[in-house]
């Protein structure tokens, strides 16, 4: 389970506000992940970053900003400008892209918008 | 794009008995297929995985079929414990480039009762 953190576990927000959830990793993957787990809907990819300094958008990216200045470290942004942001966010890395090596997930932040 | 449908939603087994989930994909070129499992409240984790050159793989009381005709491939687990209980997910992806993201499926609920 260890080498990949997330922070907070627990997250609330007023409306109107943005909000960046915390994902570390010191397993030296070269790609790290976001994604949105609401129930039912299974897990949605926010966005991707395949090396430092470059990110893609997933399915779901609008209302989101991420950066990747770091290897080890990939923050997103949830902006006043999603408009359904309470959800559970996981954040996952892997060696490369799905189909090169096993994605590991971090803890996962709740975010809660009042 | 690719699609990846899960069922059951909603799985109840005998401790004891076998529980196979079920999914199919959309995209022929697909060819990495992992499953996850969820324990409430924590992170999803790897259980199994196959790829598109083999048909089946066993790991334990796990295992894994995939028909590459069809576009479905299947989890299967023999004498379940309680401790199975947890949501699985199953997940599809293409090897190499930028399209080697997982696309997942919403999961199934798997009730083991003693």
């Known amino acids: 389970d260890g080498g990949i953190t997330q922070s907070p576990k627990y997250l609330f927000r007023k409306e109107g506000q943005n909000v960046t959830l915390s994902c570390e990793q010191n397993l030296n993957h070269d790609a790290m992940y976001w994604y949105r787990q609401d129930p039912g809907q299974g897990l949605r990819l926010i966005y991707y970053?395949?090396?430092?300094?470059?990110?893609q958008k997933g399915d779901i990216a609008e209302g989101y900003s991420v950066s990747r200045e770091k290897k080890e470290s990939f923050p997103l942004t949830v902006t006043s400008a999603q408009k359904n942001p309470t959800a559970f966010y996981l954040c996952?890395?892997?060696?490369?892209?799905?189909?090169?090596?096993?994605?590991?997930f971090g803890p996962g932040t709740r975010l809660t918008v009042l | 794009g690719e699609n990846v449908e899960q069922h059951p939603s909603t799985l109840s087994v005998q401790e004891g008995d076998s529980a196979v989930i079920k999914c199919t994909y959309s995209d022929s070129a697909s060819n990495y297929f992992p499953w996850y499992k969820q324990e409430l409240g924590k992170r999803p984790q790897l259980i199994i995985d196959?790829?598109?050159?083999?048909g089946e793989k066993k790991d334990q009381r796990i295992a894994v079929t995939l028909n590459k005709t069809a576009k479905h491939f299947s989890l299967h687990i023999t004498e379940t414990q309680p401790e199975d209980s947890a949501v699985y997910f199953c997940a599809a992806s293409k090897h190499g480039g930028s399209q080697g993201n997982l696309i997942f499926g919403k999961g199934t609920k798997l009730s083991v009762k003693p």
């Open positions: 970053s395949q090396i430092v300094n470059d990110f």
């Open positions: 996952a890395s892997s060696l490369g892209l799905a189909g090169v090596g096993e994605q590991f």
């Open positions: 196959i790829r598109s050159n083999v």
